[in-house]
């Protein structure tokens, strides 16, 4: 079988969480099975880091898809050549984008509907391309693979969608978030904070990240209890540019009462990331919504305790090993840096509560799921022939 993929998100230095997902599970399932033929499909030129396996034959086609009208004509012009080219029997897209141009039965990863329930969150243009054509590849979709019980749900409410054709798919942990050593901790501190212990955001400086109500959170929290705990933001922000200069809300940081104690580093590489998560006191992650969280999830592997949101999807990775709050709420925010910051024995359940639980996501398993999505795919088309 000949099986293209939408690989337009795997950028150098710059994968981010869909970006992840798409690199771990075919780094796997090229590996894994050699008897299919893979069209990786760029939209830039390309790294060979990740041209996994032999039976892939990458394919730099169009341009960069940075902007709706973009995205429009790669998937509505440019893909429907490829796939007529490279004779593809199916079509897999990580990041959820399909061809309605095309009969070639296509797989959608599609990670959250967050642009339908917060769609001021978005610039007007992509607000309105999601809203759009993402109901329309639901339904043209064979099948589809999705992160979450929470995201098949709201699928399944909101458009329609047949339970019978939406598969879950949890996200992993890169393997190398494990619990640090006490000299990289106490390395890792020094570097950042002067060797203060800190809390720990990971993520975009997106609205939906609620990353404002997270800093007035931590206003609080030092008004009350001093500014020895510091605060880390470690991200990008995404539509518009200055990501290390505004929280999600475009506030400037100097707006922050205690401005000396938080540090925004902008993006970090994966090993320095590892260290950075590794080190923290605790990761502070209370987004409005979110289609899975994957910094719960690495945090909880590297033997962080977890501040999280009690809202969609995150009570399903968490469970019973991270602690929660209202992200609608700066005292309940505050409250959880308090508890864990000041109780050690809570902190220390949360961590071995967390350790065993960050074992049932793992990209292998991931990798098998989103694979066995595919053979199902596969052997239709087969049928049909």
Same mark, same amino acid.
């Given at each position: 079988m000949v099986i293209a993929v939408n690989c337009r998100l795997l950028q150098k230095n710059r994968l981010e969480g869909i970006g992840w997902f798409t690199y771990e599970t075919l780094r796997r399932i090229t590996r894994d099975h050699p008897e299919h033929q893979f069209i990786f499909i760029f939209d830039r030129p390309y790294s060979s880091e990740f041209i996994f396996s032999d039976n892939i034959t990458p394919v730099v086609a169009g341009f960069p898809t940075r902007h709706p009208i973009l995205w429009l004509l790669w998937f509505e012009v440019v893909i429907p050549r490829v796939l007529r080219k490279y004779k593809a029997d199916i079509f897999f897209s990580p990041d959820g984008f399909l061809s309605l141009r095309t009969k070639v039965k296509s797989i959608p990863v599609i990670h959250d509907i967050s642009f339908v329930h917060r769609p001021g969150d978005l610039p007007f243009w992509p607000r309105v391309y999601y809203n759009y054509f993402f109901p329309r590849f639901a339904r043209k979709a064979y099948r589809i693979c999705t992160v979450s019980l929470h995201s098949q749900k709201d699928m399944n409410r909101t458009w329609d969608t047949a339970r019978a054709i939406v598969r879950v798919v949890h996200n992993g942990a890169n393997d190398a978030y494990q619990p640090l050593t006490p000299e990289e901790i106490h390395a890792t501190r020094e570097k950042y904070t002067g060797g203060k212990p800190y809390f720990l @955001?990971? /993520?975009?400086?997106?609205?939906?990240? !609620? +990353?404002? !109500?997270?800093?007035?959170? @931590?206003?609080?929290?030092?008004? =009350? !209890?001093? #500014?020895?705990?510091?605060? +880390? +933001?470690?991200? =990008?922000?995404m539509w518009k540019k200055d990501g290390r200069q505004k929280?999600?809300? /475009?506030?400037?940081?100097?707006?922050?009462?205690? #401005?000396?104690?938080?540090?925004?580093? /902008?993006?970090? =590489? #994966?090993? =320095?990331?590892?260290?950075?998560?590794?080190?923290?006191?605790?990761l502070t992650f209370v987004p409005w919504y979110e289609g899975f969280g994957i910094p719960v999830v690495e945090a909880m592997a590297a033997g962080v305790p977890v501040l999280t949101s009690h809202v969609t999807s995150l009570p399903e990775v968490g469970g019973e090993a991270v602690l929660y709050a209202d992200p609608g709420s700066v005292e309940s925010i505050a409250d959880g840096m308090k508890r864990l910051a000041t109780d050690e024995r809570l902190r220390d359940e949360f961590i071995q509560k967390g350790l065993e639980r960050s074992k049932n996501f793992n990209w292998d398993k991931t990798a098998r799921k989103v694979w066995l999505t595919i053979d199902t795919v596969i052997r239709a088309v087969q049928n049909y022939k």
């Open positions: @955001y990971v /993520g975009s400086l997106h609205p939906r990240k !609620n +990353v404002g !109500n997270l800093l007035d959170a @931590y206003d609080r929290f030092c008004s =009350e !209890n001093g #500014p020895d705990v510091r605060m +880390v +933001v470690v991200g =990008e922000r929280t999600d809300d /475009g506030r400037k940081t100097s707006v922050v009462r205690h #401005p000396s104690s938080v540090l925004f580093t /902008g993006r970090l =590489e #994966p090993d =320095e990331l590892r260290l950075v998560m590794g080190a923290a006191l605790a």
